[in-house]
Nanobody, 113 residues
Framework: VQLQASGGGLVQPGGSLRLSCAASGFIFKFNTVDWYRQAPGKERELVASISSGGITTYADSVKGRFTISRDNARRILYLQMNSVQADDTAVYYC????????WGRGTLVTVSS
């Protein structure tokens, strides 16, 4: 199983960024997949989740600014990040919950002017 996140980088406050996560090794379209993030000195937290049926949930801190989506044909998970803030600075991870659960390597997002 592989979950390969990409798309991180430096972005100015108020800007936008789109993260991608390429999945392999499991039946992507049948699984819920998530984005988590971990800021320096803080615990990892759930950012957004999307079910196999396309139902989405978001952390209160990103509602209205971030959008999670999936392309089952290409086996890719996305996170569109708009109106980013300094507090969004973190390493972002894609994740497949379950037993066993799978984590990808993170991609660093830095929000700074």
């Amino acid at each position: 199983v592989q979950l390969q996140a990409s798309g991180g980088g430096l972005v100015q406050p108020g800007g936008s960024l789109r993260l991608s996560c390429a999945a392999s090794g499991f039946i992507f379209k049948f699984n819920t997949v998530d984005w988590y993030r971990q800021a320096p000195g803080k615990e990892r937290e759930l950012v957004a989740s999307i079910s196999s049926g396309g139902i989405t949930t978001y952390a209160d801190s990103v509602k209205g600014r971030f959008t999670i989506s999936r392309d089952n044909a290409r086996r890719i998970l996305y996170l569109q990040m708009n109106s980013v803030q300094a507090d969004d600075t973190a390493v972002y991870y894609c994740h497949r919950p379950g037993d066993p659960e799978y984590w990808g390597r993170g991609t660093l997002v830095t929000v700074s002017s």
